[in-house]
């Protein structure tokens, strides 16, 4: 798994609750990234971070904010969450020349 | 660990036989693509890449095949083992880009 832990692993919550969630690696890779993996849509961009406080949005990043305060840190927020977020969201890392390496997940349930 | 019950392409194939995975990209200006393999409960995980000015790449027991002309790529598994019973994903890229473009996959399930 690269030294990439994900947390929490599940969580439900309530539509307009903010959520976040924790990405942790231990290897000092520069690029970061959030993805969500839905049925029929496969793996998609929510974010992404080059370093330190770099964030930059993806394809799919209304309704989500990051912030990384520390290399080993990337955080994902849901503002107010809504039912449409209930998905499967991993973390990744990019090792090398976009050679990407995602951690365990996170399935998130909003009600 | 996680997944998602995806309602995907399958592929079943008897154990020992070679398997073929294929997936059409979109993006005629991706130059990387690279193959994943995703176990129930766990993320994705980096089996083999290619680089648009190849047109095949062998690894163990696994080889991509680039078609530019149609846009295609397959991932072909040797000897096929219970071991490989997982969805695979294909992604693209551009050169210097720090997105990936994720198929929606296969699932592969070996029949022992």
């Known amino acids: 798994d690269a030294g990439i832990t994900q947390s929490p692993r599940h969580k439900v919550t309530e539509t307009g609750t903010p959520v976040t969630l924790r990405c942790h690696q231990t290897e000092n890779h520069r690029y970061m990234y959030w993805y969500r993996q839905d049925p029929g849509h496969g793996l998609r961009l929510i974010h992404y971070s080059y370093g330190v406080k770099d964030t930059d949005k993806g394809e799919v990043s209304d309704g989500y904010s990051v912030s990384r305060s520390k290399t080993e840190d990337f955080l994902l927020t849901l503002e107010s969450a809504t039912s449409s977020q209930t998905s499967v969201y991993f973390c990744?890392?990019?090792?090398?020349?976009?050679?990407?390496?995602f951690g365990p997940g996170t399935r998130l349930t909003v009600l | 660990g996680e997944s998602v019950g995806l309602h995907l392409p399958t592929l079943s194939v008897q154990e020992g036989d070679n398997s073929i995975i294929n997936c059409a990209y979109s993006n005629s200006a991706s130059d990387y693509f690279i193959w994943y393999k995703q176990e129930s409960g766990k993320g994705p995980q980096f089996i083999i890449d290619i680089r648009s000015n190849m047109d095949k790449r062998q690894g163990q027991r696994v080889t991509v095949l680039l078609n530019k002309t149609v846009k295609h790529l397959s991932l072909q598994i040797a000897a096929t083992q219970p071991g490989d019973s997982a969805v695979y994903f294909c992604?693209?890229?551009?050169?210097?880009?720090?997105?990936?473009?994720f198929g929606t996959g296969t699932r592969l399930t070996v029949i022992p």
């Open positions: 992604a693209e890229t551009q050169t210097g880009a720090n997105n990936l473009f």
């Open positions: 990744a890392i990019n090792t090398g020349f976009n050679e990407q390496f």
